[in-house]
């Protein structure tokens, strides 16, 4: 046995949910037993989930990965010396075909080193964009942006370089960046990963948006749901300005930035933009009334950049490695790599980063093994719990903005959702407006009270009564929603209970219960 | 219910930490449900006079977010998803096993662990691949760490 030991293991918070620090625990213990010193260095997730706690091991500068392995299984790898013939041995890890068949820009640091470690961020690369930002002119960085093709990841899609150049042409004494990290919708944690995987790229995205539009204030407005988050993303922060790569004098620069964590508080409508700054003020989460769009007038009336967190981790590698290298990734309109979410039933769920294009089917069904049940797929939701549910005849949709658009879809933040055949659409279409109902801020009347008809008229539905009338209903509300509501929490909703209602009709019941006349007698 | 001299204090200072800043309201709200369970009356009363902001506000923000109460809640309660990607891995079935039991639990909306469901936080602690077993664990681990 060697007489020291270095071991990666994730401190991701999903890995800690299934034991990742009781086999901390043990590796310590059984290094103690053996004699050997041990660095355990907790990372973040390579995103392969089905496999965590997942623990690694360096030979000859390769990764070798272990699991999901237990706090029982630790006793083994030591006897058999970490070798790639232990029964829970994965090979190098990079080499693994979930690995393999991704393009990690964003991702690229997630599970190798310690979210903490300032100089391991550093020699992989973190730094560099901020490095190009101080140099060039904030022209040149919104061209940049602009020409690499970057649309917002937290749902709408739009253009990035379009929003930094409106808010750096507002005249102002004041300005602010405001990172949306209060990712509300089911089925997703790619800010999560990353925020606890590698809170530095997030923080350099940051203060480059700074930088570029002239705000010295920046904001990250984090889910209260993701304690292990907070802690990290507070734990960096600190870092960075011991550094000094935040604060009066970025890098020494001269130039100024400073970034404070606020936490949400339970509120799904407040990652919506604009009820986000509300909540930032203090306030209660009420969505805006646009214009003012943010850009010109955003927190406490002041020009303000509001970025998804991937939106705004994507630039450093826009501006370290070019605009064209970015642009290349990707189809169409949709560029660059998007980080896709695989969960619900499926057997291998995670994270998967590759440009946009690929199909449902290959992400679902190759990389994701189909469901965890072994049932067949029967409905998938893409794009949170305002997106469509679509059937599993429709898995070889490309996953790009505009083929989802065309199919009455939205790619939204990147979650798949897997549903076996076991699902009742019916149910889902109703949780659909009862999720509205619960979380709508209450500004319109159409999504106040709209939601709670729509969730009432539903459950008749279930219940068998009147049901085509009842349908008749449901539909009509909808497009009341989409009509007359003031934000996609209303204008949305119908596109979950309205795609189950088109593609699975067979679960509204279309009469009320059949009796069977021979066994009734 | 009147707080007492020190639970008064303990407030101001949470206010003054955040330099009695109005926008910092909600975090100050959060310390103030951590460290007495809730929000009361009382304990907004004292928030209002320190951020000079009338207690109608603060009223107003702690019923609009779900995680402030007025009556004390249990800090290591749990916490279950009930969001989509947690229902298609038996969430309901598994909040119904909960009620069967006697178990007392709460709903919330996604906490990020969607491949690893059905998700439920006990206090500052995440449970994935969630049963009736594993929650009851994990409940008893939470208990010794505080
Ligand atoms: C109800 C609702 C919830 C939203 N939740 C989020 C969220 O959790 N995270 C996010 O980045 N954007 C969310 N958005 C979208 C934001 O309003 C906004 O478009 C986005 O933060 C802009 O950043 P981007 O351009 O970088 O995507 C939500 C929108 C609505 C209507
Ligand atoms: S649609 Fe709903 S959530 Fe959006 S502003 Fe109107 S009431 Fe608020
Ligand atoms: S849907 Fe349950 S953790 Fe995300």
Known sequence: MTESLTLFLSRDAAARSVGADAVAQRLQQLAQQHGTTLDLVRTGSRGMLWLEPLMEIERDGVRHGFGPLGPDDVETLFEQDFADDHPLALGPVEAMSWMQAQTRLLYRRCGVIDPLDLDGFERMGGLAGLRVAIA??????????????????GGAGFPAGIKWKTAAEAPADQKYICCNADEGDSGTFADRMLIEGDPGLLIEGMVIAGLAVGATQGFIYLRSEYPDAIATMRAAIAAWEERGWLGDDILGSGKRFHLTLRRG???YVCGEESAMLESLEGKRGQVRVKPPIPAISGLFGKPTIVNNVLTLASVPDILAHG?????????ERSRGTQAFQLAGNVKRGGLFEAP??????????????????????????VGGPLGAYLPASMLDLPLEYEAFAAAGAMLGHGGIVVFDDTVDMARQAEFAMEFCAEESCGK?????????????????VRRGEDVEANLALVEELCTVL?????????GLTPMPVMSAIRHFREDFKSEPLQVDETVVG | MGLSKTNRETIEQVCARYGHRADALIEILHDVQRAHACVSDEAARIIAGSLNISRAEIQGVRSFYADFSTTPRAPQRIRLCRAEACQAVGADQLAAELDRAGTPHEAVYCLGNCALGPAALIGERLVGRATPDRLAAASAGSGQDD
Not at chain 1, 323 to 331: E, F, I
Request: charged share 15%; with cysteine; net charge positive.
């Open chain 1, 265 to 267: 508080a339970g509120s």
């Open chain 1, 323 to 331: 605009a064209a290298a970015y642009q290349a990734l990707g189809n």
């Open chain 1, 444 to 460: 319109c009347t159409p999504c106040r009270i709209g939601s709670v008809r729509g969730a009432e008229t539903l459950a008749k």
């Open chain 1, 482 to 490: 989409t009509d007359g509501s003031l934000c996609a929490m209303g």
């Open chain 1, 136 to 153: 060039q002119s904030a022209t040149d960085t919104i061209e940049a942006v602009t020409a690499s093709g970057l649309r917002g990841r």
């Open chain 1, 356 to 381: 946009f294009g690929l199909s449902l089917r290959e992400l679902i069904e190759t990389h994701g093994g189909g469901t965890l049940t072994g049932r067949p797929i029967r409905a998938v939701q």
